[in-house]
Nanobody, 121 residues
Framework: EVQLVESGGGLVQPGGSLRLSCAAS????????MSWVRQAPGKGLQWVSG????????SYVDSVKDRFTISRDNAKNTLYLQMNSLKPEDAAVYYC??????????????WGQGTQVTVSS
């Protein structure tokens, strides 16, 4: 019943921007923390960012801090990730996940299908 659907990925040049969205259904979205996790080709999962249920507390992996912004609209059951100043090393499949407020993705309950972000000139 829980469903998470990411969108907004695509091909951008280095220095460009993308806004990812994650539409949630099947649970009370406003009562759960959410996270973004990414996986580059041939590499393992890397936690990127998290947000608490009300949206007032956010956290980021050091490599994206000051470039990415996580947010949510609980009235629309939607999670966002605004990505600015993109670098080639940001290229990955990005997943949203229902989670406790933790950077340990091994604890997460449900995952979306992922959306591809490619950063190349």
């Amino acid at each position: 019943e829980v469903q998470l659907v990411e969108s907004g990925g695509g091909l951008v040049q280095p220095g460009g921007s993308l806004r990812l969205s994650c539409a949630a259904s099947g649970f009370t979205f406003s009562t759960y923390a959410m996270s973004w996790v990414r996986q580059a080709p041939g590499k393992g999962l890397q936690w990127v960012s998290g947000i608490n249920s009300g949206g007032g507390s956010t956290s980021y992996v050091d490599s994206v801090k000051d470039r990415f912004t996580i947010s949510r609209d609980n009235a629309k059951n939607t999670l966002y990730l605004q990505m600015n100043s993109l670098k080639p090393e940001d290229a990955a499949v990005y997943y949203c996940a229902k989670s406790p407020y933790s950077s340990n993705w091994r604890e997460y309950d449900y995952w979306g299908q992922g959306t591809q972000v490619t950063v190349s000139s």
